[in-house]
């Protein structure tokens, strides 16, 4: 997951901006890309030989972007986080959506196992939702700009080939972006 799409993307907002070590799953033969990125400390741990599980403990935030939070909770330390970007949002997490409860109700219930499981060992839990803002928007664009955080781009595909690019990434092995161009 670290070296994919949200990965490269989340490792390098938090080593090289926020200056967290990080630790990321990422099999061997992509470590040499997300290690280039990096700037500050972190691990790559090669999922494929070893369980995370096992070597990772007491880390102040996770984020999830592999569905396997029941796992993750336990490297949590008390009063830390863990965010997913895999699971339905939490209602806290939509609050200025403007959604109707019923909705809001559905959701909290879709995540009750989850968030009880964390605060069962004193996390917080969150399913993050995608939403348009501006400003961390212009944030990221300058970080672009001046390097701060780099693109890696696996393949691009003409328009024409939409399925293909989709097909491509719904194998889960892409390193970085899959680019769709239009024009």
């Known amino acids: ?5 949200v990965g490269l ?19 061997k033969p992509k470590h040499a890309i997300l290690a280039s990125l990096l700037k500050g400390q972190f691990n790559l741990i090669d999922y494929k ?11 102040d935030a996770v984020f999830d972007m592999t569905a ?11 009063g830390g986080k863990l965010v997913t970007i895999k699971n339905p949002p939490t209602p806290d997490a939509v609050k200025d959506f403007g959604l109707p409860e ?10 009750a196992h989850f968030v009880a499981a964390a605060a069962g060992r004193g996390v917080s839990y969150v399913s993050y939702a995608m939403h348009r803002s501006d ?12 390097k701060t955080i780099v693109s890696v781009i696996d393949k691009t595909f003409a328009l024409d080939d939409s399925a293909k690019a989709l097909a491509y990434l719904l194998q889960g092995s892409a390193t970085g972006k899959v680019v769709v161009q239009i024009v």
């Open 1 to 5: 997951a670290g070296a994919g799409g």
């Open 9 to 27: 993307y989340a490792a390098q907002i938090a080593n090289n901006v926020s200056g967290a070590f990080v630790s990321a799953t990422v099999s």
């Open 49 to 59: 030989n070893q369980d995370f599980t096992q070597s990772l403990s007491d880390y």
């Open 68 to 78: 396997e939070v029941l796992k993750e909770i336990p490297i949590v330390k008390r």
């Open 102 to 111: 019923p909705t809001l109700q559905w959701l909290a219930a879709a995540n």
């Open 135 to 146: 400003a961390e928007l212009d944030k990221i664009a300058k970080w672009a700009q001046d």
